[in-house]
């Protein structure tokens, strides 16, 4: 199993970016699909979750947001980030969540 996420980068208060996590080795579709992120000196947390059923949850911190998505013919999870804040910046990480598959992390920096 390998999952793969991109599309981090810099961007300013206020803006958006998408992140994306390509999963090779299993189906999207079948799994629960998570959203993690830690920022330098904390630990990490979840901040989306998307279900088998398309159920969603998020963090108290990023509802409003941020909002999940999966593109099952794509085995791509998404999560798109509006309204970026400073305290949003951590390396953010997708997960098949109650396993240990984890992909690496794609760095997020929001700053003016």
């Known amino acids: 199993v390998q999952l793969q996420a991109f599309g981090g980068g810099l961007v300013q208060p206020g803006g958006s970016l998408r992140l994306s996590c390509a999963a090779s080795?299993?189906?999207?579709?079948?799994?629960?699909m998570g959203w993690y992120r830690q920022a330098p000196g904390q630990q990490r947390e979840l901040v989306a979750s998307?279900?088998?059923?398309?159920?969603?949850t998020y963090d108290d911190s990023v509802k409003g947001r941020f909002t999940i998505s999966r593109d099952n013919a794509k085995n791509t999870v998404y999560l798109q980030m509006n309204n970026l804040k400073p305290e949003d910046t951590a390396v953010y990480y997708c997960k098949v969540l109650g396993t240990d598959y984890w992909g690496k992390g794609t760095l997020v920096t929001v700053s003016s």
């Open positions: 080795g299993l189906l999207i579709s079948f799994n629960n």
């Open positions: 998307m279900y088998v059923g398309g159920r969603t």
